[in-house]
T-cell receptor
Framework: QKEVEQDPGPLSVPEGAIVSLNCTYSNSAFQYFMWYRQYSRKGPELLMYTYSSGNKEDGRFTAQVDKSSKYISLFIRDSQPSDSATYLCAMKISGSSASKIIFGSGTRLSIRP | DTAVSQTPKYLVTQMGNDKSIKCEQNLGHDTMYWYKQDSKKFLKIMFSYNNKELIINETVPNRFSPKSPDKAHLNLHINSLELGDSAVYFC?????????????FGPGTRLTVL
C-alpha cells in the first residue's frame, strides 16, 4: 500500500463548477499537508499548506484536513479553464531535521469552457 | 528572474552514456533537492543537500551521483544510462530543511534514453 493514495483522474468539469480533489494516507506521523499545482511541462508550484485539522481558505481554494480519517481534500470554487492542471497532494512528517515530501500520484483536472 | 533554473531542458541520449543535469537557485536557500517524475506523474525524492551536505539519500542506483559545489548549485550526474532512467527530473530548493519550509521547483529536465 502506498503511503499516499490519490485518484489519478482525469477529472473533467464545466467552467464554474465546484471541484473536489482528495487524498488518503496511511502514515499517522504526517503532520504537514500541501497541495501543489502542476501545469503541463512545468514544475509543481505550492498552492496550499496546512498543518492542522479543519479548513483553510485562500480565495477560490479551500484545503481540508481530517487527521482522524487520514483524509485531505482540496476544493476549487467557481472553477476556471486556467485551473486545468495536475494537482498533487503532498505530506511531510513533523520534527524531522531532513524532512522529505511524500507526493500523491496527482489528479489531472480539466475545466471545460 | 528565474528562481530555480535547470539545464538542459531536454536531453535525449543513448543507453550506456553518461550525462549531467545542472541546477541553480538564486533565492539564497540553504537546501536543494532532486526529484524524479515518471510517466505516470509520480514525483519521488532522490537526494537533498543542506549547505552542501547530503541529508537525504533515497534508494537510488549508485549510477546517480549528486554534487553540490556551493549551496546555490546542485548537479546530478548519471552514469551508464538505462531505458528506465527516462523521466522528468526536477530540482527544488527551500530556505532550510525544516518541516515548514516551502519547496520551490525548477522547470524540469526531460530525459529520454533510447
Amino acid at each position: 500500500q502506498k503511503e499516499v493514495e490519490q485518484d489519478p483522474g482525469p477529472l473533467s468539469v464545466p467552467e464554474g463548477a465546484i471541484v473536489s480533489l482528495n487524498c488518503t494516507y496511511s502514515n499517522s506521523a504526517f503532520q504537514y499537508f500541501m497541495w501543489y499545482r502542476q501545469y503541463s511541462r512545468k514544475g509543481p508550484e505550492l498552492l496550499m499548506y496546512t498543518y492542522s485539522s479543519g479548513n483553510k481558505e485562500d480565495g477560490r481554494f479551500t484545503a481540508q484536513v481530517d487527521k482522524s480519517s487520514k483524509y485531505i481534500s482540496l476544493f476549487i470554487r467557481d472553477s476556471q479553464p486556467s485551473d486545468s492542471a495536475t494537482y498533487l497532494c503532498a505530506m511531510k512528517i513533523s520534527g524531522s531535521s531532513a524532512s522529505k515530501i511524500i507526493f500523491g500520484s496527482g489528479t489531472r483536472l480539466s475545466i471545460r469552457p | 528572474d528565474t528562481a530555480v533554473s535547470q539545464t538542459p531542458k531536454y536531453l535525449v541520449t543513448q543507453m550506456g552514456n553518461d550525462k549531467s543535469i545542472k541546477c541553480e537557485q538564486n533565492l539564497g536557500h540553504d537546501t536543494m533537492y532532486w526529484y524524479k517524475q515518471d510517466s505516470k506523474k509520480f514525483l519521488k525524492i532522490m537526494f537533498s543537500y543542506n549547505n552542501k551536505e547530503l541529508i537525504i539519500n533515497e534508494t537510488v542506483p549508485n549510477r546517480f551521483s549528486p554534487k553540490s559545489p556551493d549551496k546555490a548549485h546542485l548537479n546530478l550526474h548519471i552514469n551508464s544510462l538505462e531505458l528506465g532512467d527516462s523521466a522528468v527530473y526536477f530540482c527544488a530548493s527551500s530556505p532550510s530543511s525544516g518541516s515548514t519550509d516551502t519547496q520551490y521547483f525548477g522547470p524540469g529536465t526531460r530525459l529520454t534514453v533510447l
